[in-house]
């Protein structure tokens, strides 16, 4: 059965380094999302991806953050200047159409 | 009014018990919502989903109940065992947007634990 991949598993980083986290969306699927998770509390959307472009971000999605699909079949997710509160479990999801989102295991980021 | 409430927090009952896990929301434009289990160091993983025009969906041993009135929605899971225990999230989103975003929000999980 076809899944959501991420790479890295783990990644740790200091407080105002760049972090590239990617996805490789099951193949075929429309709509890309990141959602992230907080230690202990729910997930939480920042951004959808269709067609090509954002279509919709939460006020979590500030200016440190960007998306790119850079070719058919990655889908990253960028952190420009990291900060503590950014440490978090990062899930990128995708879709075939307006319903089920199908997760990746997740990149566990940690910024000391 | 984007908020999903779930309840109880965390809940523990003997294998072979019925667990209830409680969601309601605010916004009636939400026209979608799944059920999500995630297990430690995993994402999450969709279990059931229900549209409002239903009233009941049973997948399994797992039954989700929607009353549209009161806007609430509960997760049932019959004769549960311990490889059940997991975090549980509710969901909601709107599908008829067009928008090309079908976000999904989330309640804050409920921690289940099954007793042998």
């Known amino acids: 059965e076809p899944e959501v991949t991420q790479t890295p598993s783990h990644q740790v980083t200091q407080m105002g380094q760049e972090v590239i986290l990617r996805c490789v969306p099951i193949?075929?699927?429309?709509?890309f999302y990141w959602y992230r998770q907080i230690l202990g509390q729910k997930v939480e959307f920042l951004v959808s991806?269709?067609?090509?472009?954002?279509?919709?971000k939460s006020e979590i999605f500030d200016d440190q953050f960007s998306v790119e699909r850079p070719d058919g079949s990655n889908f990253t997710l960028k952190i420009r200047s990291t900060k503590l509160e950014d440490s978090a479990m990062y899930f990128c999801?995708?879709?075939?159409?307006?319903?089920?989102?199908?997760f990746g295991p997740g990149t566990r980021l940690l910024v000391l | 009014q984007q908020q999903v409430k779930q309840s109880p927090q965390s809940l523990i009952v003997q294998k072979g018990g019925i667990p209830i896990i409680n969601c309601a929301y605010e916004?009636?434009?939400?026209?979608?919502f799944p059920w999500y289990q995630q297990f430690p160091g995993k994402g999450p993983a969709l279990l059931i989903a229900?549209?409002?025009?239903?009233s009941e969906k049973k997948e399994g041993r797992f039954t989700i109940s929607f009353n549209k009135s009161a806007k609430q929605f509960s997760l049932h899971i019959m004769d549960s065992q311990p490889g059940d225990s997991a975090t549980y999230f509710c969901?909601?989103?709107?599908?008829?947007?067009?928008?090309?975003?079908?976000?999904?929000?989330f309640g804050k999980g409920t921690k289940l634990s099954v007793i042998p």
């Open positions: 916004n009636t434009a939400f026209d979608y």
């Open positions: 999801a995708s879709s075939p159409h307006q319903e089920t989102q199908y």
């Open positions: 229900i549209r409002p025009d239903v």
């Open positions: 991806f269709y067609n090509n472009e954002i279509s919709e």
């Open positions: 969901a909601a989103s709107i599908t008829f947007s067009g928008a090309g975003s079908y976000q999904l929000t």
């Open positions: 193949s075929n699927h429309l709509y």
